[in-house]
């Protein structure tokens, strides 16, 4: 593990993309974002997810140069067709489109298919806060995790965001409707730590903090367990109803590739004073964290507090990244 | 326990609400309100819930007769303001009114502040789906759940609910952000049986399935831990932020009036077709019902199906009633 400058990590996948057919600005788009998110501390969907991503582009999964296309205006929701263009940028223009349908309608939501992973979802939670929006977004993905009562993966573990702009610092929830991400069960296994809560199935059907057994099976826990069960397939029915795409059961396990996204954004500035809604923000805030701790040492935090922590952290003292990840991303070039 | 005709119950409820100043048209709502949600199983907030909704009535904390009142226009969303009208009949009349800004909009959203206790969340999803709209509803409540990490009530359970209608039964997603319900903790300790998972803490604080202690603390713990924790402060911060009106903490224990509620609602008959939208639902829920059960017997549902399946026998077998409950009832009149 070293740390890294977030330009230095930025132009290195800049170039890579370059080298891959990619325009200049997408390139930039595409290279800021996995390393944004690495500078937040979301390294599965950061720089260690990049290879990945890189590996669809080269398989031609994932189409460069395709730009998404609006099939269908109503009022203030806009259906877009992604055409399997990269999922950062497909993403990123539909909150543009999102942010635009709120300025002109307080709210307004995009529904897009034939689109990509759009590798961490609070990234457009964070654009829209930046620009003042409030975002709710949500994608479908693959069977990745069983139905509550069932024993195999037919439901996503659809991530959701929830982002609302604040002065000192955005509230962004970024949650899978699992209890735990792979990525983050994968952590525990190499540490050799049991989870702090059921995270998943062993091959016996039995609910299980043993990350190796839950990596076995590949069969996580939904968050809440019948209550992220039931979010998470409401979730599909809307992204893929919306946008009349594909809804997880419809996407090949082993090519994640034409999933769907709904965007919906709403403009504060519409109804409420930037002053008054900080103020309203703050005091939440400051309740919560006012609370008696739990245990010693415990401390609440608002969604997004640790992530601008880290990120300020990494700003001042590099990103952090694995020697193992950077190889493979060094051989990419 | 003994079951009687909805008519019956409904007609009882209405003339204790027309003895209590409510208009005829208020009374019929709200007694029809409450004898579907325990025609549909939600006891809870049914008839159970009824006796408290009439002390609050009879104590001047809900205003029988005030009407809600439209304070901001902005595009597709409206800004309410409640008066501390009956929960029910300001959230049943916000509903309807974000049907009519979806029809206009094909999305629109209603904020509303300074109203009451909302009942059953699914109330207003069902009203939704019925008029063959998508819903989203949130409501805040006092503060009753510790925030993770801490160890006092400062955040509320804020149910929400996403509905999607559907020829062969609405989707209906109805769930308050604890694992467990208040309602539900006290059905395992009459019943004399541990909860299925940590339902909340005991008083020194440690996780417990044990619904006496828990009931004892009265700290449930939020659905999936850190997640739920996270997810219901954001709600909070959206109700209050888009009604201007009250957060959480500055609703009191022991009177809770006053609360905040959102509700946004999408029409589907806008961008797609009915039957192609049913066919989308049908296939997805049929993928999960087929899956291979986690053991013997184990069944999954889609969200709103068993509530289906309770209201029809419920309304041909009739409603199962407390004799208790019955009894507070009768005295009512």
Sequence with gaps: MHRLAFEKIEEILFDILKNHDFSEKRARLIAKTHTQSSCDGVYSHGLNRFPLFMDYVERGWIDVTAEPERVGSFGALERWDGKLAP???????CTERAIELAREHTLGCVALRNT????????YGW???????????FTNTKPNMPPWGGRENRI??????????RKKGHVVLDMATSQFSFGKINTYKLKNESLPFAGGWDKEGNLTKNPEKILATGQAVPAGYWKGSALTMVLDMLAALLSAGKPTHEIDDNKEVGI???FICIDPEKFSNRDLKDQLLDDIISYVHDVPARKQGDRTFYPGEQTLATRNDHLENGIPVSESVWEAIMGLS
């Design 116 to 123: 990509n992973h759009w590798m961490r979802g609070g990234t």
């Design 156 to 165: 996503g573990n659809n991530p959701f965001v929830i982002a609302i702009p």
């Design 260 to 262: 769907c996204q709904v």
């Design 87 to 93: 999922g950062v940028s497909n993403a990123h223009h």
């Design 127 to 137: 654009q829209a806060a930046e620009e003042g929006k409030i975002a709710l977004c």
